[in-house]
């Protein structure tokens, strides 16, 4: 059975179509911190109303996001994200040059997700607490394992994620944290 909380993506265009820059971010946004309107969000992103609401319309035209039902008022157009995750098969879109680019372009939108999370971290650290600053952080480890181990230990991680997540659910002091995972196959020493 498949989880409404995630677009899986088969077709390259569809992800084309998010991994713009600043779709990636109202997408996120939208995710993360729940509906809003183009202007709102134009406000966050320094952006203008106009070109936030291309995009919105954009990210709706292939799935990803749609107004909102629940509007606050008749004059506003509110956008919601319509899942929470978005996931691809690399085998199924790989297959073509399109698929690679398209897949490749994600890649870099989650790369530059990981360094703004990681810069706005050590701009503001002082003002989380010396609990969070020792907690926060990065670690890497280089390790031998199949395709196969790789992918179960993905969907662990992904597991233990939520049972964490579910326990600390309303607890005072949760506060939202991004964790990225990456995993690559390397030949020789690349340090």
Known sequence: MSDPSVYHVSDPRTLKAVAHPLR?????????????????????????????????RQLAKYGF???????????????????????????ELGGTPEGREAAGFMRDRQFEVFVRDREGFERDRESWGPAWVEAAGMSDDMVR?????LGRLYER???????????????PGAERVSIHLAAFPTRGYNG
């Open 157 to 171: 991680v992904d597991a233990l994620i939520r049972e964490l997540e579910a326990e600390d659910a309303g607890k």
């Open 145 to 149: 394992m199949t395709p196969e181990t």
């Open 24 to 56: 990636v971010r109202l997408l996120g946004a939208l995710r993360l911190e729940g509906p809003a309107t183009a202007t709102e969000l134009a406000a966050r992103f320094g952006e203008s109303s106009g070109s936030t609401s291309y995009h919105l």
């Open 65 to 91: 996001v749609e107004e909102d039902p629940e509007q606050r008022d008749a004059r506003e157009r509110r956008w919601r994200s319509v899942h929470r995750y978005t996931a691809w098969n690399e085998l």
